[in-house]
């Protein structure tokens, strides 16, 4: 029984990677052929950052070693993704394909809530895999709620469109 829900859980692991891997290497063929639907699929709305598409490669390549239980690589990854999302929120910049980024203006930038669930996506890379640790699940599910409320006030934001939730840090 234990086996059978570690095998589900490696399988997960290597699903949701393979989706999240897909999603930001989609946008960023969107961005390097300037294809509007791949940087944003419905193109009235804001695209992409090439740095959270990125991101979203490297997570997804992480969680998918992860299922084979390789650590390193997600724990590295996470801090990659809890440096990035607290740059993002900083007063800095972190830009690639500067003149289109830039020409987009506020939209162009890593969004408060991407860095937000890049730090908490990281938090919970670094306590994965780790029995030693007691409150290891109750961070992982707080950090579910966090990334699930903000994937909600994303949608929301989308569909409202409220700058708010896309101002960046």
């Known amino acids: ?3 059978s829900r570690q095998e589900r ?3 997960l692991s290597f699903i949701s990677g393979t989706i999240v891997l897909t999603i930001g290497f989609l946008a960023l063929i969107g961005w390097h052929v300037n294809n509007p639907y791949l940087m ?3 193109p009235e709305l804001r ?3 090439p740095v959270s598409a990125l991101m979203l490669v490297l997570l997804g390549a992480s969680f998918m070693t ?3 239980k390789k650590v390193t690589q997600l724990r590295v990854v996470g801090w990659i993704a ?3 999302g607290l740059i993002a929120l900083s007063p800095l910049s972190i830009d690639t394909y500067g003149d289109r980024v830039m020409a987009l203006g506020i939209h162009g930038q890593i969004a408060n809530s991407a860095a937000i ?3 908490a996506i990281g938090v919970v890379a ?3 895999h780790r029995p030693k640790l007691r409150s290891r699940r109750v961070i992982q599910a707080a950090m579910a709620v966090v990334i699930g409320g903000m994937g909600l006030i994303n949608v929301f934001g989308q569909l409202y469109a409220y700058e708010w939730m896309y101002e960046p840090g």
Do not use: D, G, H, Q
């Open 9 to 11: 859980r490696a399988s």
């Open 1 to 3: 029984k234990t086996e």
């Open 40 to 42: 944003s699929w419905i």
């Open 126 to 128: 670094l306590v994965a």
């Open 66 to 68: 992860y299922s084979a």
């Open 82 to 84: 809890i440096t990035v």
């Open 47 to 49: 695209p992409m950052n």
């Open 117 to 119: 669930c890049f730090i």
